[in-house]
T-cell receptor, first 116, second 114 residues
Framework: GDSVTQTEGPVTVSESESLIINCTYS????????LFWYVRYPGEGLQLLLK?????QKGSSRGFEATYNKETTSFHLQKASVQESDSAVYYC?????????????FGQGTSLSVVP | EAAVTQSPRNKVTVTGGNVTLSCRQT?????MYWYRQDTGHGLRLIHY???????QIGDVPDGYKATRTTQEDFFLLLELASPSQTSLYFC?????????????FGEGSRLIVV
């Protein structure tokens, strides 16, 4: 089936350090899924961080970047310099859509704490 | 941006109890979803719907019913709640025609079954 695996948390990083959260996927029901990163800040719902729908393309938002790599089936999230306000849970997801349905399959989430 | 509102935000019930979680979205999206989020599992899809009166079974439907009464409203029903249903529940909506798979989420409903 379709699945997403991401870096096991929790992850603790010092402020201004770089970050990478790994995400790999397996898509059996669709050849070219859309790929997403969502973020959930404490006490809030999930919100879209970035989305890439074309293999080989890079998405970016709020200093975060992720490149859709179909060869390695990966969509790693990176940031060059994290801030305390980046502390949150990050979810990688793949989107499956056809003429009759549309849904997201999520990874298990990676909890990030950025410390001063 | 889509607005998705869930209620209640927090609920405690006893084993065997009856619980209804409500979700309303105000952007006329066609798809609505119920997910549960548990540590180590991420978000798992319970049920979803692509319009009023429609219901699709998700990946973890056992013990849950759902009903989409209008374009805006999607309810999750636990008729005989069990401790294994203690979880954080998220409702989401999307419009496949305009935003593809992008989901817009509510703030979550935390349910505890004792």
């Amino acid at each position: 089936g379709d699945s997403v695996t991401q870096t096991e948390g929790p992850v603790t990083v010092s402020e201004s350090e770089s970050l990478i959260i790994n995400c790999t996927y397996s898509a059996t029901s669709i050849a070219y899924p859309n790929l997403f990163w969502y973020v959930r800040y404490p006490g809030e719902g999930l919100q879209l961080l970035l989305k890439v729908i074309t293999a080989g393309q890079k998405g970016s938002s709020r200093g975060f970047e992720a490149t859709y790599n179909k060869e390695t089936t990966s969509f790693h999230l990176q940031k060059a310099s994290v801030q305390e306000s980046d502390s949150a849970v990050y979810y990688c997801a793949l989107g499956i859509a056809s003429s009759s349905f549309s849904k997201l399959v999520f990874g298990q989430g990676t909890s990030l704490s950025v410390v001063p | 941006e889509a607005a998705v509102t869930q209620s209640p935000r927090n609920k405690v019930t006893v084993t065997g109890g009856n619980v209804t979680l409500s979700c309303r979205q105000t952007n006329s999206h066609n798809y609505m979803y119920w997910y549960r989020q548990d540590t180590g599992h991420g978000l798992r899809l319970i049920h979803y719907s692509y319009g009023a009166g429609n219901l699709q079974i998700g990946d973890v439907p056992d013990g849950y019913k759902a009903t989409r009464t209008t374009q805006e409203d999607f309810f999750l029903l636990l008729e005989l709640a069990s401790p294994s249903q203690t979880s954080l529940y998220f409702c989401a909506s999307s419009d496949a025609r305009t935003s593809g798979n992008t989901l817009y989420f509510g703030e979550g409903s935390r349910l505890i079954v004792v």
